[in-house]
């Protein structure tokens, strides 16, 4: 008997120092840190943030969050809920904009196009460009300005898209029309006699095209 009612008490106490840390905001403060840190890392993955502190904003009614980057820059966040904040609310929205300025933005200025591509290598063109096979005469090129635009859709519906992508090669002055339709299921429809294969890998909605030319 004596030893069930020590388990009983040590039970007790135990739920009760949890309970306890819990109230007192010491538990969700961990919670509230382990799952901000999960969902920048994984969502802005170009940024190195390190956690600066966490405290209770009556004000807001949530846990105002901080932290910076590596050229310690603050970066403060809002979460609710005060005994599970697991979701980043005031803040996000700026830090997402940012974002996309800082490092979106610098990678699509990164992007090098080329006028002439080797078999097998994957590049960057642009449409309207004629874009020569290295060592032949041949050359093709995307005949129409494409962008990256889903289309829309009404709420709550489910549909297949794709972008077609108009091509012409250019074999020993022979040309030969192609369509490559980029989306949920991308094909190529090429005429029989080309033997080169065109393949988009990517579409930017500035219209720069990712591109690979087999055969």
């Known amino acids: 008997m004596n030893k069930k009612r020590i388990l009983i008490v040590t039970i007790i106490l135990i ?11 010491i538990i969700p403060k961990q919670i509230a840190r382990i799952s ?48 599970f904040p697991v979701t980043l609310g005031q803040g996000l929205f700026g830090f997402k904009e940012t974002y996309k300025e800082k490092y979106e933005k610098q990678e699509t200025e990164s992007i090098n196009e080329v006028t002439q591509i080797s078999l097998g290598e994957k590049a960057w063109i642009n449409s309207l460009t004629k874009i020569k096979i290295k060592n032949t005469d041949d050359y093709f090129e ?23 992508i108009p091509y012409t090669f250019v074999v020993d002055g022979a040309s030969y029309n192609g369509v490559y339709e980029l989306g949920d299921s991308s094909w190529n429809k090429k005429a029989e ?23």
């Open 15 to 25: 739920l009760a120092t949890i309970f306890g840390l819990w109230v007192s905001g």
């Open 36 to 83: 901000a840190t999960n969902y920048l890392k994984r969502n802005f993955p170009k940024i190195q943030l390190e956690y600066v502190d966490i405290e209770w904003s009556s004000s807001f009614e949530g846990y105002t969050i901080k932290f910076k980057d590596e050229n310690n820059e603050i970066y403060a966040f809002i979460m609710n809920n005060k005994y």
């Open 142 to 164: 995307i005949t129409e300005k494409v962008k990256w635009k889903v289309p829309e859709h009404s709420e709550g519906t489910t549909i297949s898209f794709s972008i077609s």
């Open 193 to 215: 006699e080309l033997d080169y294969n065109l393949k988009v890998i990517n579409l930017t909605k500035d219209g720069k095209i990712r591109i690979e030319v087999t055969k």
